[in-house]
């Protein structure tokens, strides 16, 4: 192809005739009119990438399912187990394998004629699983906490619980029963969600000021602890953190004259004394909630080996009407709403120091419950979390919706927003000098995106942690790592329960860095939180076994604890008890 050199005419000095004029200004319009249609032709492709985009994500977040089967069984109160029973197992248990698998959850839903109205208010379950020499017993214990030992004396539900308000005593002359809707309400010690570690001793928790000390190998309560004798918190979440050493740290509200207050907790990891529980316990950190009488709900928080991330969620507790709910005959559920006008806020704190960074990270609103793993690495810190869009989760796990059959619980379902593993990225060193509408992440690994604004805040966006195929799998919850080697430090591997019913229906494991999914699953059968346990001299973090106990609404089948290779989901083993056991929360695994 020849060159060609272009010349400009000199035009100084020239008069344009007029039909040229026409001609000139008809280009111009036209161009203009071109140059107008292009940017609405973009303006349009842009929306409609955004439309894809959001059809894609609605898709994810509302994939449907159809003839669900009923899964009412596995919500409905069933015996305790107080003798050891011997399990059947097929396959094999590593002989490495010594400890126990120890679980909470609900396992009775009404007291007489009363009956609680929300999956999270049913009595503590304790469940005990004790491995050795390829070997399994199991047995299961009420926990006998103040609320429960109450409830049976009277025989009906004498404690408010999150979506259960007690009501007043009948036995009570009307004047006395309209008084006692002015008496603050008592708060349950029924303690459901959790096993958690302080100081080497066990205690299971939910989140209020109660925890219940217990025995593991007798699952007998020893004491109860009340954080507020100890700090200045009105309770605590079910999920703390530990560092290598024992050192507990966790995240609880305090509510005061000046507002409410989210703060960060340390428990030292030593006793000074044998009979110490949370002695030591100190507020290291309060972060005022943006509304006073209105702080965000939260389940649980982010730890890197330096910071706590905490996530201030438009899932929002009215206080006034936490405080009024007897009066108005509403339970504590009805005071949390989910509210999407506004945006998620991630606030950072030095856990050693206890200094809140300056840093005014937001992203769009979105809920989440349970944190994967968080970890710094070139100046960020980057948190995994398992994220729904729609914050309405809560309502719809009410007893009734769960015990639904048919098109009703197939509708149950569907309108639940599903779950999914998100990674932020938060640049902690952020300067007046940055640029603005730049992206200050310097991690070419990740795809999420931290922007400074004009006001200075940084606007997040996540990367998906997940290939498509999760979304087939109904997204994910209850995510467990390799955490005595991998919290707070860059992983690849995590662990969690396929949601394509209410409850878990697989178990998947996710690496994070090939975006793969490793799943494991039986029809009919519905598996609980996987716990991984590391094999012995091996420092790979997926070098050990999963844990999870497959329960069935079948009643010719038998629940059973599952065991994992971690590796490749290849099933080792299965351990048969023919015991009904109902769904239920969190657990860990210790070694004996
Ligand atoms: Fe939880």
Redesign the pocket.
């Known amino acids: 192809m020849m060159a060609s050199q272009v010349v400009k005419p000199d035009t100084r000095n020239c008069k344009r005739p007029r039909e040229l004029e026409i001609f000139l200004h008809f280009v111009s319009n036209l161009s203009t009119i071109a140059v107008g249609f292009l940017s609405v032709m973009v303006r349009w492709i842009s929306v409609l990438k955004k439309y894809v985009e959001s059809t894609r994500q609605k898709k994810a977040i509302f994939s449907k399912q159809e003839r669900l089967p009923c899964i009412a069984p596995l919500v409905t109160t069933v015996e305790e187990t107080p003798q050891i029973v011997s399990a059947c197992v097929r396959g094999h248990f590593p002989q490495w394998l010594r400890g126990y698998l120890l679980r909470v959850g609900p396992g009775k839903f009404e007291f007489g004629k009363d009956k609680y109205n929300h999956w999270f208010d049913g009595m503590a379950l304790l469940h005990q699983f004790r491995m050795e020499k390829g070997t399994v017993t199991y047995r299961s214990k009420f926990l006998q906490s103040d609320t429960y030992k109450a409830n049976s004396v009277h025989d009906r539900i004498v404690i408010s619980e999150f979506g259960t308000l007690a009501v007043p005593d009948p036995c009570k002359n009307v004047f006395e029963r309209f008084l006692s809707k002015f008496e603050l309400p008592a708060i349950t010690d029924n303690t459901n ?2 096993y958690v570690q302080y100081k080497g001793d066990y205690y299971l928790s939910t989140e209020t000021n109660f925890m219940n000390k217990v025995d593991i190998k007798t699952l007998e309560k020893t004491e109860k602890v009340d954080w507020r004798k100890f700090i200045a918190v009105n309770g605590a979440t ?2 703390p953190h530990y560092d290598a050493d024992g050192t507990a740290y966790n995240m609880g509200n305090s509510y005061g004259s000046h507002g409410s207050c989210y703060n960060v907790i340390r428990v030292p990891p030593e006793k000074v004394d044998l009979g110490e529980t949370i002695h030591g316990a100190q507020v290291i950190c309060s972060i005022a909630s943006a509304e006073g009488m209105r702080p965000s709900y939260y ?2 928080f982010g730890m890197t080996r330096k910071y706590i991330i905490f996530i201030e969620q438009p899932l929002k507790m009215n206080l006034w009407k936490v405080v009024t709910s007897k009066i108005r005959g509403k339970s504590f559920a009805d005071g949390i709403s989910w509210e999407p006008q506004y945006n998620t806020r991630f606030h950072v704190v030095d856990k050693h120091t206890g200094q809140l960074l300056p840093g005014m990270y937001y992203s769009k609103p979105f809920v989440t ?2 944190q994967i793993n968080a970890f710094e690495d070139q100046g960020c810190v980057v948190i995994d979390l398992c994220c729904q869009d729609d914050g309405r989760s809560l309502e719809v796990y009410q007893l009734q919706n769960l015990r639904k059959v048919g098109e009703g619980l197939d509708q149950v379902y569907n309108s639940v927003g599903r779950s999914f593993p998100r990674r932020f990225v938060l640049p902690l060193h952020v300067s007046l000098n940055d640029p603005e509408g730049q992206n200050l992440s310097p991690l070419s690994y990740s795809s999420a995106s931290a922007v400074k604004q004009a006001d200075g805040k940084i606007w997040c966006s996540y990367e998906n942690l997940h290939p498509e195929g999760l979304e087939d799998e109904g997204g994910i919850e ?1 995510p467990q790592i390799n955490y005595g080697q991998f919290s707070g430090r860059k992983y690849r591997f995590f662990y969690g329960c396929g949601f394509r019913h209410l409850v878990g229906d697989s178990l998947i494991k996710v690496d994070v860095v090939n975006k793969t999914l490793t799943i494991w699953r039986e029809d009919g059968f519905y598996p609980s939180e996987p716990v991984f346990v590391p094999a012995p001299g091996t420092s790979e973090e997926d070098g050990g076994v999963i844990l999870s106990v497959v329960i069935t609404p079948k009643q010719n089948e038998n629940n059973f604890l599952l065991v994992l290779d971690a590796k490749n989901f290849e099933e080792l083993g299965r351990a048969e008890v023919p015991v009904q056991m109902p769904y239920g ?2 657990g860990t695994f210790v070694t004996i």
């Open positions: 969600v959790n079910a999920h389940h649980s419950f349970h209850f929360f969190h």
